[in-house]
């Protein structure tokens, strides 16, 4: 959005970006200068006035626009200063402005990346390792073809060929990862279990000592 007027009277307001960058200090935004001085907010409909506005980018930081009033025949560049960008909350004052970007155009959308799933660097050597083995099985298939002849049915062969290297490939190294992660998920649940045994514990000891301690014993006054 470009920033044209607002209720502070020298033209400037603070905007919050922590939602937009992770950076906690106040931004200072300037209101366009020409749109600042108008007496009131309804002349701006009866402006006879151009903004140009670059296309939509990434940067959060940068910005290229340029206002023009054709009546005057003024024109004036437009900064990052000038600017409001969605997810930021105004500190200051209240603005009005000419919204230029909407929907995916906006910088809060453009900068949002699509989550990565993670993979451990053992699952990436075994993923690299199972690849070499499967080349190296390929590899021996096509020798075996070669040795023998294309001739007649070859692709039964070929497929024979590969069903019969295919056991260097060991199954080991499948369940070597199901291992790791089934391992894992054993420790966490017993940590769990021996904790919540620990507080169980904890708190029959704060109850026996409870039931253990000695009555209260109360004096019978007379009638």
Known sequence: ?????????????????????????????????????????????????????????????????????????????????NTVWAGTVVASGRLLGLVVYTGAETRSVMNNAAPRSKIGLLDLEINNLTKLLFLAVLGLTLVMMCLKGFGGPWYRYFFRFLLLFSYIIPISICLLSFLETFSFVILELAFVKLSFVSVNKHTLAITNRLVASPKCWFKKTPN
Request: hydrophobic share 35%; net charge negative; proline share 2%.
């Open 1 to 81: 959005m470009v920033f044209l007027r607002t209720t502070e009277t020298n033209g400037a307001c603070f905007i919050r970006t922590d939602q937009l960058d992770g950076e906690t200090d106040w931004k200072l935004r300037l209101a366009v200068p020409a749109t600042q001085k108008l007496d009131s907010n309804e002349e701006l409909f009866s402006m006879d006035a151009t903004v140009y506005a670059e296309k939509p980018q990434k940067d959060i930081h940068n910005f290229i626009g340029n206002f023009a009033k054709h009546d005057t025949e003024t024109e004036e560049s437009l900064g990052v200063e």
